[in-house]
């Protein structure tokens, strides 16, 4: 995994509640095992009409958003506990995804990935959704070793959440086998003590 310690980017409003993981890739899409390509395909069904034409009206289509934050309505990822899910949203370029509620499965799968899902209050989600519809070039701020969002140029900002542990692995850019790895030393030192 990329380490993760601060981003600024431009982000890409999504006012939707009860995303699911079928609409962010849609299960005819399941059949690699491989994270490669599912970027291609997320949002399929709302990016794109059944003949294959861009969806002009969709956030993600719109020339105006753009960014690795993606701003979404309450309760994302809920659904089923596809990690495909996460592997598309990385997949087509998003770092962060920012809602007021995320269903606990998606969050665990998305912490794997790299993929940070941060929670902020439903009065922080709406002041961050319309400062982006007012000026789509607005920067967010994201500091996960302060555990602080932020909107650029305002004073305007929130601390969140994270699991220590997941924050962790995400700094260092460790799954947990890496997590492992780095706590050899200390290992190997239990192992020789107890005998």
Not at 12 to 27: K, R
Not at 67 to 91: K, Q
């Amino acid at each position: 995994m990329e380490k993760f310690t601060k981003i600024t980017s431009k982000a890409v409003p999504l006012a939707i509640e009860n995303i699911d993981t079928d609409q962010i890739i849609p299960a005819r899409f399941l059949k690699a095992t491989d994270k490669k390509g599912f970027g291609d395909n997320v949002f399929r069904d709302w990016r794109f009409d059944k003949n294959g034409n861009t969806n002009t009206a969709f956030s993600l289509n719109n020339p105006l958003y753009s960014g690795s934050i993606l701003i979404a309505g309450d309760n994302f990822g809920c659904g089923s506990s596809r990690e495909h899910a996460a592997w598309a949203l990385v997949g087509y370029g998003f770092k962060v995804i920012v809602s007021s509620f995320f269903a606990d499965i998606f969050k665990g799968n998305a912490l794997n990935n790299g993929l940070l899902p941060l929670q902020v209050s439903p009065s922080f989600l709406t002041i961050l959704m319309d400062t982006i519809h007012k000026k789509p070039e607005t920067e967010i701020l994201v500091d996960l070793e302060k555990q602080i969002i932020s909107i650029a140029d305002t004073n305007l900002f929130e601390t969140f959440e994270i699991d220590p542990y997941k924050k962790t692995c995400m700094i260092n850019g460790y799954d947990d086998i890496d997590y492992l790895l780095s706590k050899k030393e200390m290992i190997e030192a239990f192992e020789t003590q107890r005998k």
